[in-house]
């Protein structure tokens, strides 16, 4: 599940690979970051944690 973010995004995310695999873990690349989060990740804290790492 993906939570909307409640802020209107001033960049698009643009996505430059995509790989399928079957994991209890989502790998998110924002630039030279990598964000990695469990299943059970509260969606508005990973909101949070990806505007924050936009921001950096």
Known sequence: MVAP????A???AKFTRFE???S????IVIGDA???AGGD???D????????????
């Open 41 to 43: 990740v509260d969606p």
């Open 34 to 36: 990598v964000v990695r």
């Open 20 to 22: 399928a695999m079957g």
């Open 45 to 56: 804290r990973l909101a949070r944690i990806i505007r924050a790492v936009r921001k950096a």
């Open 5 to 8: 973010l409640t802020e209107a």
């Open 24 to 27: 209890d873990t989502v790998e």
């Open 10 to 12: 001033s960049n698009p």
